[in-house]
């Protein structure tokens, strides 16, 4: 079969197989990758085309995957709005957005004055990737980008960024307005340099209670989508920890959503209803697990997903694989989807 698995079943059609990829593939789980890291910062790679070609590339040589997904990071495009960015392990901001006067004078720049090399590295991807393997593109939700605009740095609260939307709440509705049109022309821009699918990652959304994703967070990302939806390619929504904002996530319409782990498939299914696929939801955690095991807890996601609907279901993590995984695993579990899902 020549059409990609990954894209039939993002449009809800029968697939040879349930596709499976893993947020976070490409790297410091890979031994290549760190070899190629070693010396070069990670702003750097993001940086420079051929570097994150190959990055890109590395887990789809090393395991069956049945998609790509760009190296950048979801930062990568907020440079371009005037925002000082470091990496630190994790993104640093120089100028944390603290009042309305620095919300005012941020940009929404062009994607192809700002961030070229991204769209290189989608066109250098493109070229080598002649198969049935599709690119994902991606970017960060509104939601989520204002949380390391606002607090300058990861947290497991982002005490000073929900402050702010209660302290500054014109300037937190702008802030989400402009972050929106930045990513909603990022992605546009990726989409035409050849990525076929496109994800918005909202990893701090399940911070929300549902009023705040209600009035905030999903108009935001109904803005995007809304700019996104008569593009040939399906868009990709994941909520992280976002199980209790569900029922509101379906009325975004995206064509996928992603659920982690604490959610189970069944449970997503009853509240998002029989129109969208599922991607998810395997605990990174599982892969630590000894075969036999990690056995089970694949064949208990694939039932989970299963019933009457296989093309409704894309296999993955149910957030990032951690750092420390062994290669072996994820092999592993490539192909054990494969194998119990070939049809
Ligand atoms: O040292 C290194 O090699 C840097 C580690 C690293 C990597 C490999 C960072 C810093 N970002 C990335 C790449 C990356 N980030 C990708 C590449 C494609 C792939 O999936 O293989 C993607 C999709 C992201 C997206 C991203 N960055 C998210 C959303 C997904 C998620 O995990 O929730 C988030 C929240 C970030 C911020 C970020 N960038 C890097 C780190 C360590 C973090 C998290 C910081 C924190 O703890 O808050």
Known sequence: MSE????????????????????????????????????????????????????????????????????SDIMTPVEGMGVELE??????????????????????????????????TIRS??????????????????????????????????SAARAFLYSEPDAARLLMTKLADTMAAYLEAQAEAGAQALMLFDSWVGLLAESEFETLAA???????????????PLIYFPHQGGHLLERVKTLDPDVIGIDWRTPLPEARRKLGPDCTLQGNLDPAALFAPRAQLSERIDAVLGDAGGKRPGRHIFNLGHGIDKATDPDSVAFMVDAVHERTAR
């Open 4 to 71: 990609s698995a990954f894209l039939a079943a993002c449009r809800g059609q029968e697939a040879s197989h349930t596709p499976v990829w893993i947020m976070r593939q490409a790297g410091r789980y890979l031994p290549e990758y760190r070899k190629l890291r070693e010396g070069n910062d990670f702003l750097t790679f993001t940086r420079t085309p051929d570097l994150a070609a190959e990055v890109t590339l590395q887990p789809i040589r090393r395991f069956e995957l049945d998609a790509a997904i760009l190296f």
């Open 219 to 233: 108009p935001a990302v109904a803005r995007v989508f809304d700019r996104l939806r008569d593009l040939p390619v």
């Open 125 to 158: 991807v493109r070229a080598e990737l002649t198969g049935s393997i599709p690119l994902i593109g991606f970017a960060g939700a509104p939601f989520t980008l204002l949380c390391y605009l606002v607090e300058g740095h990861g947290t497991r609260t982002f």
């Open 87 to 120: 990496f630190e392990g994790g993104p640093v901001i120089r100028n944390p957005i603290r009042d309305a006067e620095s919300v005012a004078r941020l940009r929404i720049p062009d994607p192809r004055e700002s961030v070229p090399f991204v769209l290189e």
